[in-house]
């Protein structure tokens, strides 16, 4: 198994994206990682990152290698499915994948790459947030979602 770590810098803060075997493992919000390479999948994910806080990018084509149990890259691969810009309820997803909203947010908490397996997407019923676990928490998410305009107009900046 071949490892690699490196961080940037975002309006949300340092990520830290880490790959293994030529694909994307994680995505954390702090430093960790060393300078940013000039090639392969962690150059490329730098590189499609700071497109999408640039506005540049609404859609990640990397090669991805979420750890999780099957429920969870189900959930993971729902999210990957909402569009930049729009949002689904845990709710939402729970009645698309025959489970329960606690049990989607769960997998949300746990999704090891955020922002491009797009957990922020994801929101409480009737416009509430719901919980972000990444950066400064909800502060974070609704940073993302104005970067999107996603943000649900009972939801303040």
């Known amino acids: 198994m071949t490892a690699a770590r490196c961080t940037i810098e975002s309006p949300v803060g340092p990520l830290t994206i880490s790959a293994?075997?030529?694909?994307?493992?994680?995505?954390?919000?702090?430093?960790?990682?060393?300078?940013?390479?000039?090639?392969?999948?962690?150059?490329?994910?730098?590189?499609?990152?700071?497109?999408?806080?640039?506005?540049?990018?609404?859609?990640?084509?990397?090669?991805?290698?979420?750890?999780?149990?099957?429920?969870?890259?189900?959930?993971?691969?729902?999210?990957?499915?909402?569009?930049?810009?729009?949002?689904?309820?845990?709710?939402?997803?729970?009645?698309?994948?025959?489970?329960?909203?606690?049990?989607?947010g769960g997998a949300c908490g746990a999704n090891p790459i955020p922002l491009v397996i797009p957990c922020h997407r994801v929101v409480g019923s009737g416009g509430a947030l719901g919980g972000f676990s990444g950066g400064a928490g909800c502060d974070t998410k609704r940073q993302l979602l104005a970067l999107e305009r996603a943000l649900p107009p009972t939801l303040p900046v």
């Open 20 to 104: 293994e075997d030529g694909a994307i493992a994680a995505v954390d919000f702090g430093a960790g990682g060393g300078p940013r390479p000039d090639t392969g999948v962690l150059a490329e994910a730098a590189r499609q990152l700071t497109e999408y806080f640039a506005g540049e990018r609404r859609a990640f084509a990397l090669p991805l290698a979420p750890s999780g149990t099957p429920f969870r890259l189900r959930v993971w691969q729902a999210m990957q499915a909402i569009p930049y810009g729009q949002t689904r309820s845990y709710g939402d997803l729970a009645r698309a994948l025959d489970s329960a909203p606690r049990a989607i």
